[in-house]
């Protein structure tokens, strides 16, 4: 069956407005999810989110159902199937995973049943019901430590911890999929994902620098860098830290991609292409708070690479997407989200 295409039709405001069609985001309650859930409702889609609420509160899904399960048990794939033919899924934006690196660790084989096993029960629905186009969440955890200035999509792809497995077997089975029946996925690599959107769609979690940083300066401690012997140029490691609106507008472009094009698999970095080292990161805080921040160095933490920044050449020449936030941005509206999860 052939897939059912949207129909477009220019919206007053300027925006491109879609029809006949609605998209099925799992993980839409989430820091990530959430935003893309707005972007998406904003151009005038309809959206439905699938999400188990374990790391997320329903108040972020703006309005859209939410239909509440975990992707991961056996009975997913036909309640999954049953809802994109009731609400007219052409389009699935898959976020729903879990995302800690030392949890993966610590727990490998429940990793791969929620994030493998999840993406599975999640393809085997989109075949049933017909659904063939997917915007899949993948990570430069994938690449692993690669020893090059900027990381291309077609350099080797090898994770050094279950995390990356996850996801890197996730582009996988999209793939598999693509041949198997048709499947058209776009795989978006996040790089240092941070900053918010909208003062309440901020990220809650304490799992990352940026949100770390701020949780040190508000308990009256100093922020905390890994190691500063590494062979960068200040010493401490260097990310490519990408605001979080702009990787959102990065998967807009994703399905107006797979609804254009039939190209059948694809892998794409969604970074900045530049660098920034922990403590730029920390200075930038500094800046954003009006707080006198002088950090403590601690020893390195393990599997760390000392550099990771994308190469964004094929995402800008195929998706015609580009970050526009810089570093500032995005430190001084996590800044704004932190202070409004407080209440402050
Ligand atoms: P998040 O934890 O805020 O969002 C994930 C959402 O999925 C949560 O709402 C959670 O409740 C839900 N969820 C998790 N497992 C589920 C399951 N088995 N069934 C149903 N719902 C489930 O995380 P995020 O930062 O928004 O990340 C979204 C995606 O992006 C994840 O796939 C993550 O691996 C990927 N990613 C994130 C980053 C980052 O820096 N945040 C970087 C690279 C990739
Ligand atoms: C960034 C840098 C730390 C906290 C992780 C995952 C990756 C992806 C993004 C999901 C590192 C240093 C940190 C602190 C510090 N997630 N740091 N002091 O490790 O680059 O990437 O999140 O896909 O898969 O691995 O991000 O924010 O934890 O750390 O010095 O208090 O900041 O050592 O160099 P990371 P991070």
Redesign the pocket.
């Known amino acids: 069956m052939a897939p059912v295409r949207p129909v477009l039709r220019d919206h007053p405001a300027g925006i491109t407005r879609v029809g006949a069609m609605s998209v099925l985001v799992t993980g839409g309650a989430g820091y990530i999810g959430s935003h893309v859930v707005r972007l998406l409702q904003q151009r005038g889609q309809d959206v439905v989110v699938v999400d188990d609420l374990s790391n997320s509160t329903a108040d972020r899904t703006g309005g859209a159902p939410l239909v509440q399960l975990d992707l991961a048990v056996d009975a997913a794939p036909e309640r999954l199937a049953a809802e994109m033919r009731e609400r007219g899924v052409t389009s699935v934006v898959h976020f729903a995973a879990r995302?800690q690196?030392g949890e993966s660790v610590a727990r490998p084989a429940w990793y791969w049943k929620q994030n493998v096993g999840g993406t599975a029960n999640l393809l085997l629905a989109m075949e049933e019901a017909g659904v063939r186009e997917l915007v899949f969440?993948?990570?430069?955890?994938t690449y692993g430590a690669p020893d090059v200035e900027l990381v291309r999509e077609d350099g080797p792809a090898e994770p050094i911890?279950p995390?990356?497995q996850t996801?890197l077997v996730g582009e996988w089975m999209t793939r598999a999929a693509g041949r198997a029946w048709g499947l058209r996925a776009a795989n978006l690599r996040?790089?240092?994902?941070?900053g918010a959107g909208w003062p309440d769609l901020g990220d809650v979690a304490v799992?990352?620098?940026?949100p770390?940083?701020f949780d040190?300066l508000e308990r009256g401690e100093a922020?905390?860098?890994?190691?500063d012997d590494?062979p960068t140029p200040d010493g401490?490691?260097?990310?490519d830290y990408v605001h979080v609106l702009d990787l959102a507008k990065a998967h807009l472009a994703a399905l107006d991609h797979l609804a254009a094009d039939e190209r059948p698999h694809d892998v794409f970095n969604v970074g900045t292409g530049r660098g920034a080292s922990?403590l730029e990161?920390?200075e930038a805080v500094g800046a954003a708070t009006g707080a006198a921040v002088e950090?403590v160095v601690?020893e390195?933490?393990a599997?760390?690479?000392?550099r990771?920044v994308a190469d964004v050449g094929r995402i800008r020449g195929t998706l015609g997407w580009s970050a526009e936030e810089d570093l500032t941005s995005i430190v001084t509206s996590a800044w704004q989200a932190w202070q409004a999860a407080r209440g402050r």
């Not at 799992?207 to 940026?210: C, F, P, R």
């Open positions: 995302k690196v969440s993948s990570s430069a955890a911890n995390y990356g996801k996040y790089f240092n994902v941070a799992m990352n620098l940026v770390m940083v040190r922020p905390v860098v890994f190691g590494y401490t490691c260097v990310r922990v990161v920390v950090p601690r390195r933490r599997g760390d690479p000392p990771l």
